[in-house]
C-alpha cells in the first residue's frame, strides 16, 4: 500500500531563512504526488502536484518541489521564508493505479520567527 | 465563487444523538470526499464519491455514513456519535480522481462529542 512519511512534525526557521519540508513516499506504481498547505483556521489548499511531467514543479507562493525517483522523495523548498508561510503542509501520495484516493501524510508545522 | 461550504462550523453534541454534518460545492465537481483530522494522523479519508449515487468507504468508515443524491451535495451522517469520533471534519470535491486532480477542501468542521 502506498504510504507517506514526513519527517519533523515542526520545523522552525527565520523569516528570510531556506524553507525545507521533506516527504518521502512509498508506492509500488508511478504516484501522483501533491503538497497542500492548511493555513489556521481554513482547509486544506493546493501548494503543487507531480504528474510524472517535469521532476521540479513550482508552485504558488514560491515554493517548489523536486520529484527524485532513486530516493523516493519529494521535498518541498522555498529559499527565503516569509512570515506568511507559517501553517501546516501535508505531503500526499496517490493510491494505487486507479487514482481514487489520496494518501496523507501526518503533516509538517512550519514556524517562521521574525 | 468557486467554493465548498460546509455546515455547521463547530458543534458540540452528546453520545448517542444523530447528527449530519452538511457538504455542498459550486464546480459541478463529480468527486466528493470526506475525511477527518486528527493531531498526529494527518487527514484520512471516511468516505468517498464518484458520482450520484456512488459512494465507497475509505480508510476509516465505521461510524459514519454518506448519501449522494444530488451531484452538489454530500452529507456525512453520524447515526450515534461517540467521544473518539470526536476531531476535525473536511469535505472536499475535485473534477476528477483525488489521486490525480485538485481536491478544493471546505473550511471544516469542528465536532466535540461528550
Known amino acids: 500500500a502506498q504510504s507517506v512519511t514526513q519527517l519533523g512534525s515542526h520545523v522552525s526557521v527565520s523569516e528570510g531563512a531556506l524553507v525545507l519540508l521533506r516527504c518521502n513516499y512509498s508506492?509500488?506504481?508511478?504516484?501522483?504526488l501533491f503538497w497542500y498547505v492548511q493555513y489556521p483556521n481554513q482547509g486544506l489548499q493546493l501548494l503543487l502536484k507531480?504528474?510524472?511531467?517535469?521532476?521540479l514543479v513550482k508552485g504558488i507562493n514560491g515554493f517548489e518541489a523536486e520529484f527524485k525517483k532513486s530516493e523516493t522523495s519529494f521535498h518541498l523548498t522555498k529559499p527565503s521564508a516569509h512570515m506568511s508561510d507559517a501553517a501546516e503542509y501535508f505531503c500526499?501520495?496517490?493510491?494505487?493505479?486507479?487514482?481514487?484516493?489520496?494518501?496523507f501524510g501526518t503533516g509538517t508545522r512550519l514556524l517562521v520567527s521574525p | 465563487e468557486a467554493q465548498v461550504t460546509q455546515n455547521p462550523r463547530y458543534l458540540i453534541t452528546v453520545t448517542g444523538k444523530k447528527l449530519t454534518v452538511t457538504c455542498s460545492q459550486n464546480m459541478n465537481h463529480e468527486y466528493m470526499s470526506w475525511y477527518r483530522q486528527d493531531p498526529g494522523l494527518g487527514l484520512r479519508q471516511i468516505y468517498y464519491?464518484?458520482?450520484?449515487?456512488?459512494?465507497d468507504k475509505g480508510d476509516v468508515p465505521e461510524g459514519y455514513k454518506v448519501s449522494r443524491k444530488e451531484k452538489r451535495n454530500f452529507p456525512l451522517i453520524l447515526e450515534s456519535p461517540s467521544p473518539n469520533q470526536t476531531s476535525l471534519y473536511f469535505c472536499a470535491s475535485s473534477p476528477g480522481l483525488a489521486g490525480r486532480e485538485t481536491q478544493y477542501f471546505g473550511p471544516g468542521t469542528r465536532l466535540l462529542v461528550l
Open positions: 508506492s509500488s506504481v508511478p504516484p501522483y
Open positions: 500526499a501520495v496517490s493510491e494505487g493505479t486507479g487514482f481514487q484516493k489520496l494518501v
Open positions: 507531480y504528474t510524472s511531467a517535469a521532476t
Open positions: 464519491s464518484m458520482n450520484v449515487e456512488a459512494t
